[in-house]
């Protein structure tokens, strides 16, 4: 498993979120899912926001979505995002329903649509691996 990369993950001292990024470093997106009613959910925390459970389990997801909302970024001096200048982020809504907030690769912004189909790819950057999306 790759470590964590620090300053690349944002709170990784909150140990749920913590856990999500420790989740991806094997190339498999996993979200929390509800023991009790079956819910996906992200950003990760302790209590399902349907049913009020604290039952969960970490569990891989399709990796399928569609846009949501998104914005083009066009300054970041964070590597290795400044190389990527403009490109989108876009909150994406999984198949199972979660919503995910990503960097959408491999197409030019002016391409990119609401409702656009998307993939996960879970990509090594700087040793260690971090979802992104590209079209489907
Ligand atoms: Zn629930």
């Known amino acids: 498993m790759s470590e964590i990369v620090p300053g690349l993950y ?44 604290h039952a969960w389990n970490w569990t891989p997801v399709c990796g399928d979505g569609t846009v949501f909302s998104y914005t083009v970024i066009r300054e970041n001096y964070m590597p290795p995002f400044q190389g990527l200048v403009p490109y989108v982020v876009a909150v994406v809504k999984l198949t199972e329903g979660a919503q995910l907030a990503a960097a959408l690769l491999d197409v030019v912004p002016e391409q990119v649509t609401l409702d656009m189909p998307v993939k996960v790819v879970v990509r090594d950057v700087q040793g260690g691996k971090i979802p992104f999306f590209i079209p489907a």
């Open 10 to 53: 944002p709170s990784s001292s909150d140990p749920l979120n913590r856990a999500f990024w420790e989740q991806c470093q094997d190339g498999v997106l996993r979200l929390q899912r509800c023991d009790a009613c079956g819910l996906f959910r992200h950003i990760p925390r302790t209590t399902c926001p349907s049913c009020g459970s």
